[in-house]
Structure formats: structure tokens, C-alpha cells
């Protein structure tokens, strides 16, 4: 299983872009790089998934470079309730058994 | 995307007794279901991993004799904290993959507290 490394914690503003990085340097070829947040007392929520280059949705937008061994997640103009966890998963689609790192803990300020 | 539902939100019972928590993929077949722990201000511990029809496969320091996990239909695991304890307390959380679900991913349920008193 492919192991990630993510910043421990970061601060932004509100109206600022955030950009999360992700370190997975032993990623196999049939995992997939996927995105959650994380609310106090919630379940993580499905954010974003990649394979490879560039993936954008309606809240985020997911960079992979051409080896795989990290990605970064942009999310764009933060608000107050972006406050959360986020966790950079390695999903291998072999059995989707996967653990979970440490998350960054994103803190918006007014 | 997909949806994942976890019941009880929220349960308390008393030291000794025991507990079950459902975890149900509303929209599509649950071919693999994961359970986590997780403590506070701490990150998700992946407990087991349960396949539908056969026994579930514990994460090493997992007391499977504990913790019973069931999967018995594609939508449908159930975990049960069997002579609770107090140091059982924690929020407990479902994942799930399998077929229909759009995308290569797992997707969560909302979570359950547990508390033992």
C-alpha cells in the first residue's frame, strides 16, 4: 500500500486559492489519487480523484506530474467552512483497501 | 457521487453490553466494505476489511473476537462491539466500493459515535 505525506497543518484567508500537496513516492500503477474532506463528527467526503495530468470539478482541482510520486489539490477562493481535514488517499482499484495518513488541517481566516 | 449510511449516528450502552452498527450503501453494491476508528483530533485506523459473503479480514491489533463484522448482502455490513468497554468509546466509520460506483474510489458513511458508559 502506497503511503502519503501531506503537510501537518496550514493556514489561508478567505477569498485566497490553497494549494495542498501530497507526497506518494511509491504509488503502483493501478492506483488511483483521491481527495477527501473531513468535518468534526462527519465521514470524509469525496472531493477528487485523479490517475494522472490534471482533473478539475466544481470545488477543486487535482494536479498529478507525469511520475505519480505526488499531487497537489487547489481549492479555489476558500471560504470560513473549508475548515477541515483534508486526506490524500492512494486508492488501488485491485481491492481499495487503503490507509489513511495524517491530513492536513486547512484553518481559514476571516 | 455515491451514498453510504450509517445507523445509529450516535449510541450509548453500558459497560458489558453489546452494540451493532449498520453500514449501507443506499445506491449501489457494496462489494467491499472497510471499518475505521478514529479518536480525536486524530486520523481514520482502518479496523477490517469485510467482503461480501465471506469473513472479514482484521488489521493486525484488531480483536476480531471483539469487533464482529458481518457482510451478508452487497448493501448491508454490520459491526458489532461485542462486551463493550469504556476504552471502546470512539467514532466509528463505513467505507464502501463496488460496482456502479462512479469512478475507481470508496465512499464514506456519515460516522457513529460510540459511547460506553
Same mark, same amino acid.
Given at each position: 500500500?502506497?503511503?502519503? %505525506? $501531506?503537510?501537518? &497543518?496550514?493556514? @489561508? ?23 477527501? $474532506?473531513?468535518?468534526?463528527? $462527519?465521514?470524509? #467526503?469525496? =472531493?477528487? $480523484? ?10 477543486? @482541482? ?5 511520475? #505519480?510520486?505526488? &499531487?497537489?489539490? @487547489?481549492?479555489? #477562493?476558500?471560504?470560513? &467552512?473549508? %475548515? ?14 487503503? =490507509?489513511?495518513?495524517?491530513?492536513? #488541517? ?5 | *457521487? ?22 449501507? /450503501? ?6 467491499? +466494505? ?10 481514520? +485506523?482502518? +479496523? ?12 493486525? !491489533? ?32 463505513? /467505507?464502501?466500493? *463496488?460496482? !456502479?460506483?462512479? *469512478?475507481?474510489?470508496?465512499?464514506? !458513511?456519515? !460516522? ?6
Amino acid at each position: 500500500l502506497a503511503k502519503t %505525506t $501531506q503537510p501537518i &497543518s496550514m493556514d @489561508s484567508y478567505e477569498g485566497q486559492e490553497v494549494n495542498i500537496t501530497c507526497s506518494h513516492n511509491n504509488i503502483a500503477t493501478n492506483d488511483y489519487i483521491t481527495w477527501y $474532506q473531513q468535518f468534526p463528527s $462527519q465521514g470524509p #467526503r469525496f =472531493i477528487i $480523484q485523479g490517475y494522472k495530468t490534471k482533473v478539475t470539478n466544481e470545488v477543486a @482541482s487535482l494536479f498529478i506530474p507525469a511520475d #505519480r510520486k505526488s &499531487s497537489t489539490l @487547489s481549492l479555489p #477562493r476558500v471560504s470560513l &467552512s473549508d %475548515t477541515a481535514v483534508y486526506y490524500c488517499l492512494v486508492i488501488n482499484t485491485g481491492g481499495f483497501k487503503t =490507509i489513511f495518513g495524517a491530513g492536513t #488541517r486547512l484553518f481559514v481566516k476571516a | *457521487g455515491a451514498v453510504v449510511s450509517q445507523h445509529p449516528s450516535r449510541v450509548i450502552c453500558k459497560s458489558g453490553t453489546s452494540v451493532k452498527i449498520e453500514c449501507r /450503501s443506499l445506491d449501489f453494491q457494496a462489494t467491499t +466494505m472497510f471499518w475505521y476508528r478514529q479518536f480525536p483530533k486524530q486520523s481514520l +485506523m482502518l +479496523m477490517a476489511t469485510s467482503n461480501e459473503g465471506s469473513k472479514a479480514t482484521y488489521e493486525q !491489533g484488531v480483536e476480531k473476537d471483539k469487533f464482529l463484522i458481518n457482510h451478508a448482502s452487497l448493501t448491508l455490513s454490520t459491526l458489532t462491539v461485542t462486551s463493550a468497554h469504556p476504552e471502546d468509546s470512539s467514532f466509528y466509520i463505513c /467505507s464502501a466500493s *463496488g460496482t !456502479g460506483v462512479s *469512478g475507481n474510489t470508496i465512499y464514506f !458513511g456519515e !460516522g457513529s459515535w460510540l459511547t460506553v458508559v
